[in-house]
């Protein structure tokens, strides 16, 4: 069994907020793949149901963003988890927006949702980092990541929750790399081969002019012989 957790903040008011870009996306999965509605469990909403052959539980912690440890960690103890079997999904501010990268391990590079389960769990489960840009300045990290994502944004973002949709299952399944390719095929689509220009054909060759008939000797004989002597 997988245990799939989306990061973000409960409530309206959080909905569209770009820190809450792994809620997106477990909705999105929930939806495609026909789970269970959700329901009130582990501090959090779940959400059961099968990406391929895979059995996935999808996990939003409702525990606000710095302490989604706590979610995490009931939830796995239930299923009898260990931590490679979890992934989580969260934004991540050194990828631009609409780029996906997949990490095991590793720290949590000041991302407070990662900080509380690395407390909770250890750092040995699987990361989706779902790009979402930086401001520019530390100062506005804050601002920026509890601001919804503008109008602008919805194309990318429609674009890349497909394609985690498309790729869930290869994900669930351990094969990273051929979710990233579906996700891709979504947000980096492969340009349709132009079709090839007509080779033109060769110039023709300019025709020769017909060869001048020789011109016919009139003379007689006498003056032929004549002209030889000249």
Do not use: C
């Not at 790729?167 to 689509?189: C, I, W, Y």
């Not at 080779?199 to 020769?208: H, M």
């Amino acid at each position: 069994m997988q245990l799939f957790v989306g990061l973000g903040n409960p409530g309206p008011k959080y909905a569209q907020n770009r820190h809450n870009i792994g809620f997106m996306a477990m909705d999105r999965i929930a939806a495609d793949h026909g789970f269970a509605p959700w329901r009130s469990k582990f501090q959090g909403l779940v959400s059961e149901g099968r990406l391929g052959t895979e059995k996935v539980a999808l996990l939003k912690p409702e525990t606000f963003m710095n302490l989604s440890g706590q979610s995490v960690g009931e939830a796995m103890r239930f299923f009898k988890l260990e931590p490679g079997d979890v992934t989580v999904f969260h934004d991540e501010l050194d990828l631009n927006p609409g780029r996906l990268k997949v990490k095991t391990s590793g720290g949590h590079a000041g991302h407070n949702g990662l900080r509380s389960i690395h407390g909770h769990i250890g750092e040995a489960y699987h990361r989706v980092r779902l790009g979402i840009g930086h401001p520019g300045r530390k100062e506005l990290v804050s601002p920026y990541v509890l601001h919804d994502f503008p109008k602008t944004d919805a194309e990318w973002l429609d674009d890349l929750m497909r394609g985690i949709s498309d790729g869930a299952e290869h994900l669930a399944k351990g094969d990273p790399g051929r979710f990233m390719n579906a996700v891709s095929q979504r947000t980096a689509p492969a340009r349709s081969s132009k079709t090839r220009t007509e080779e033109k054909a060769p110039a023709p060759e300019p025709r020769k002019k017909p060869d001048a008939p020789e011109p016919v000797d009139t003379r007689s004989p006498l003056e032929r012989l004549l002209n030889r002597f000249k």
